[in-house]
């Protein structure tokens, strides 16, 4: 894992009080964010699955591919990044003399961690002659073991630019990773990894709600297990989610990803209704429980002490630089 000095920014984060403090209720938190911002020459960029009033506060809005984008071009001295580690991780990879910030250090993601560096390293030396594509929602040391980067946005477009005779490792996500193998007919050798979120959906429960919904489109991320996409209307990123809930005719959809994406649909269509694909635990919702850990507060906070902060080897960071560029590169060339 990337070396973020984790003993380090807790001690300056007790020394600070920032652990114990509690926000006077009475702050106007998104006037303060936004005195921060100029006065720091930050940026706030917001992932589709944060808390509305973050969404509401950012500079910029996207999915991972977007969000990496604009980590790449920006100005600004500071990066605030409302996401989770291996987001603000690529930003810092991209921007190595910036300052990067998260505001919760926990916020981490199920996928990245379903695939161990060491473990990988070992899976990919028995298969030297396979060209490794990582899905971006992997850590930096994942990264720098592979030799492209992808998003669900562009991985069919990545895919589809390597020559049909090379083989090819695609990791972590192995839902995703078989979504694309039925889009480019190609043959992939998968990483058996998954997202907490999007393999809870219930297709049992699916199935009833599209019986009382009868004119809502299934909507859902390639990250969905295999009997969901077979029933879904429309698979895309969440971005091309959202884009076709703007385009399409229907007035009624059945989403079938973190919530998150549910208040920029409903801003944007507040004509349409947009149901939240029931999971299959208790639970009446399906939010991501890392994505949830940021907040307006720990965001205030974050800004005022400009901390926690993101570190990360140099070596490693260039290492992990390559396949994001290359990414990069051949989404521009794309248009994507």
């Excluded at 990044?81 to 003399?97: D, Q, R």
């Excluded at 930096?140 to 069919?156: G, M, R, W």
Aim: glycine letters at 4%; aromatic letters at 6%; a negative charge.
């Amino acid at each position: 894992m990337a070396d973020i000095h984790i003993a380090e920014v807790n001690e300056k984060l007790n020394r600070f009080g920032f652990l114990n403090v509690e926000v006077d209720p009475s702050l106007d938190l998104f006037g303060e964010i936004e005195r921060l911002k100029k006065e720091k020459n930050a940026i706030l960029l917001a992932h589709y699955y944060q808390e509305p009033d973050i969404q509401d506060v950012a500079d910029f809005i996207g999915d991972s591919l977007g969000l990496a984008q604009q980590a790449e071009k920006t100005t600004a001295d500071i990066i605030v990044f409302a996401g989770v580690h291996f987001m603000a991780e690529t930003a810092k990879i991209l921007n190595p003399t910036k300052k990067v910030l998260l505001p919760d250090l926990k916020a981490g993601c199920s996928l990245a961690d379903s695939a161990p560096a060491d473990l990988f390293r070992a899976f990919k030396e028995e298969h030297p002659d396979h060209l490794v594509i990582s899905y971006i929602n992997c850590t930096a040391d994942i990264k720098a073991l592979s030799d492209i980067i992808c998003t669900s946005s562009n991985a069919q477009k990545i895919i589809e630019s390597v020559p049909k005779d090379q083989k090819i490792i695609f990791a972590p996500d192995k839902n995703l990773g078989a979504y694309l193998i039925k889009k480019t007919g190609r043959e992939m050798l998968l990483w058996n990894g998954a997202c907490m979120v999007h393999e809870i959906f219930s297709l049992e429960q699916i199935t009833r709600l599209k019986a009382r919904h009868p004119n809502a489109k299934l909507i859902s991320h390639p990250e969905c297990e295999d009997p969901i996409l077979q029933i879904s209307d429309y698979i895309g990123s969440t971005t091309g989610l959202l884009k076709y809930t703007q385009t399409d005719s229907s007035t009624e959809y059945i989403v079938a990803t973190e919530t998150g994406i549910l208040h920029q649909m409903e801003k944007e269509s507040p004509h349409k209704l947009f149901i939240p694909a029931p999971p299959h635990n208790g639970c009446a919702c399906n939010d991501c429980p890392h994505m949830k850990l940021n907040t307006l507060e720990k965001l205030y906070m974050c800004m005022q002490y400009e901390l926690p902060e993101i570190h990360m080897d140099e070596t490693l960071r260039l290492a992990a630089r390559k396949p994001i560029e290359r990414m990069l590169q051949i989404s521009a060339l794309h248009g994507l």
